[in-house]
């Protein structure tokens, strides 16, 4: 009897968890249908902020309200939009795979950026991108005029090129795999020869990141956590068995439209404030791109530098990161 | 005189033991059910149920044992805080093999139309940067079910019935894929 008291108590807690009010005074939620997709945004924060960060996640096929547990903290000062992707998160609706082009996301970005603006039109707007969020927004922005529509741009641990990125990654593979004695990888790396007009004909993703994690390029994850995956699983809008559908429709984006992806000679025409965030151990991203980007970028802005990251600082040096956000975007 | 006495403890015995035992040579063919359905307790709803069973047949050595073909209406619905509800209007076919009507298992499969409500306030774009407001914005899809469930008797006239039942519920066409949905349940059938 006793356990079955205890077993209900456990299980009305979870319940009335997953029913709780948001801590901060801004909890609105969105959903924009555009072009097959009905894609949400939750807005969180602190109503009194003037500042609206919308977080780009990465992937593609990742998640943007599965990560806001490392945004609480910036929510006490800032207003955050988390936006899950077309056929990403918890993103729902008819969407194609076709529809999985630079263009179509920068398109997606451009209708949830006026959304934003629509419903919170005093306040001044920041991009945030992590990985494939920084590509998306680097195509956004040199894009026609639609740098005027946002107030700043926090690139993280992502590219400006696909090729540059895998010229650097390379490099960043044949290094340690010198240092930790990995001949395969070595070899394998030392025997690509790749160019612009090649590289969708050479690169292998499995092997590609096989090496990469296995040199150390990423070794922790939020999912590593299982206080994180309680949270994700039980108490968070995020849907986790939508998600898991996503990586089988990309195979076309990885086949194909990552090798079209270059916008290294537009970065010079950017005006908006830059912030470049990056993970010093990062191997998926090397730290060597971070200094490449912004050699690119007018003015050449320092990059910050989380010396105990890899690929997610806001996950390994949250209140750092938080600290940094905040001041980003003042 | 010590004879008689164990003999008519012996016949009072059988006489409780079989009373305690006895079956009923029927089983009813309608039942109505009631109960929790969820993903998870956080992702929470309620489901309910008619079913008629269309043939059924019973052997009845030293227990009885039913076996009964049926069709049931469920109507479901589950929220997800803060993202979603989605209601389910699906019919099915199921077997059930019932024992001394103390408890029962079953199998079903049935096709039927999910319909999702957004928990969020919803808005089509349009190109020229144009957003219209859509009340009840959401999705119908097709989907399938297939479950596995038990039951136990939990009254003396063995007419109600604890339940619970796994089940596995295909979303189509969800970004044109098919969206698995694992759904408990915990409830209650009433034969009528």
Sequence with gaps: MKQLLLLITCLLTLFIGSCSKDQYEISDNLRLRYKDADMPIWVRGNAGSDRLVLFLHGGPGGCAMCLRTFFESAEEQLIMAYWDQRIAGSSGGTSHPDQLTYLQFADDLKQVILLLKKRYPNKRLYLLGHSFGVEMAWQFLTSGNNQNLVDGFIAMD????????????????????????????????????????????????????????????????????????????????????????NSSLYDNYYDKEIFTFDRKSLLSNINIPITIFWGEKDGIMPIEHAYQTSALLPGNPTPIIFKNSWHSPFHTENDLFTQELIKATQ | MKNIKYRYLTVLLFFLANSAFAQSDTISKQWLHVGYFGENITHFGLSGGYGYSFWDSFKKRKNVHFHQLYVEGNFSFLIHPNNQAVFFLIPELGYRYTKNSNWYLQFTAGAGLLRTFYLAKTFEADEDGGFKGIPMAGKWSLGSSFSAGFGKSIIKQKDLFLFTQIRLINEHFYNQKTLLRPIFQLGLLKQI
């Design chain 1, 158 to 245: 992502g590219t400006y090129s696909t090729y540059e990125w895998l010229i650097t990654s390379q490099k960043w593979i044949m290094n340690e795999a010198l240092i930790q004695g990995d001949e395969e990888a070595y070899n394998y790396m030392n025997n690509l020869s790749l160019t612009q007009s090649n590289m969708s004909d050479l690169v292998d993703w499995g092997k590609w990141y096989e090496f990469i994690f296995r040199l150390g390029g990423n070794p922790v994850w939020p999912t590593d956590d299982a206080e994180y995956n309680l949270k994700l699983w039980f108490f968070s809008p995020h849907s986790a068995f939508s998600n898991s559908l």
